[in-house]
């Protein structure tokens, strides 16, 4: 028997149903690009949600509704032209030294700090002096990176010109020419080093790790203009996250130190 009291109910409980999901679906796309960077983004054009980043993004999500984040693939050399052409709104675990200062950006201070670190193979006759001259030394290094020692240019002639040179995309790969000798000297990040060594304990005592560190990476995010989030909006996330501790757990594993982070 029709009731208006009965009809006038289900439309009142139909209505507070999409109430119910409307702020999760009013959520604004935010996109960050992904670029194969161990242990912080492993092979996204795979589709593995591997990495710190994945991490990292499951807790922004969990953390607020007001945006819906999501990785990206993208690539070291490519990311800038994703950037610029909004493929992507974030590049994360960036450096404003790292070929971006002809790219308009927000950079906000992620309050993370890792480092570039030079290992070779331990003999009985090297020392730590083995890493203070590297003009003699073959290299194995990760194309697209950008080095202190060579000046932050990641030029593949430049690299060619000045040193002796062997250039992957595989951190392992270095590590294995290391280790059989193919190569004198890899670097590595130590967050990756880390990792490595905890998947590869058997090669730990033939690995000699330089006390002589190439640079710190003092992590930046940065934030495209007409992104649909602000820095100072991203800024309050992570520092969300800070007070949460999620961040520290995330990313203390690996070696990867919380830092202050400037106010204003």
């Known amino acids: 028997m029709y009731s208006p009291v009965r009809m006038a109910s289900r439309m009142l409980l139909m209505a507070l149903g999409v109430l119910s999901v409307a702020p999760s679906s009013a959520a604004q796309l935010v996109r960050i690009g992904a670029a194969h960077f161990p242990p912080y983004t492993i092979r996204p054009e795979t589709g593995a949600d591997s990495g710190l980043l994945a991490q990292l993004i499951v807790a922004l999500n969990q953390l607020q509704s007001d945006y819906q984040f999501v990785q990206v693939p993208t690539s070291i050399p490519r990311r800038f032209g994703d ?8 590049a994360i675990f960036e450096n404003p030294q790292w070929g971006w200062k002809d790219v308009p950006h927000t950079a906000v201070d992620m309050g993370l700090e890792d480092a570039e670190v030079f290992v070779s193979q331990q003999l009985p006759e090297r020392e730590q002096s083995y890493f203070s001259n590297l003009q003699d030394k073959r290299l194995a290094l990760f194309n697209g990176y950008h ?25 392992d790969s270095n590590l294995l020419m290391v280790l059989r000798g193919r190569a004198d000297i890899a670097l590595v990040t130590r967050s990756f080093l880390s990792d490595y060594v905890l998947r590869n304990e058997q090669v730990a005592p033939h690995l000699l790790v330089s006390e002589r560190v190439d640079q710190v990476y003092h992590h930046y995010a940065l934030i495209r203009p007409q992104a649909p989030i602000s820095g100072e909006a991203f800024g309050r996330m992570l520092q969300g996250l800070r007070d949460n501790g999620q961040m520290l757990k995330i990313f203390q594993p690996y070696k990867i130190a919380l830092v202050a982070v400037p106010q204003g």
Do not use: E
Request: without cysteine; aromatic residues 22%; neutral net charge.
């Open 83 to 90: 950037f610029k052409q909004g493929r992507i709104d974030v």
């Open 147 to 171: 080095y202190a020692f060579a000046d932050f240019n990641s030029d593949t002639r430049y690299l060619a010109s000045h040193y002796n040179v062997t250039l992957t995309y595989s951190h």
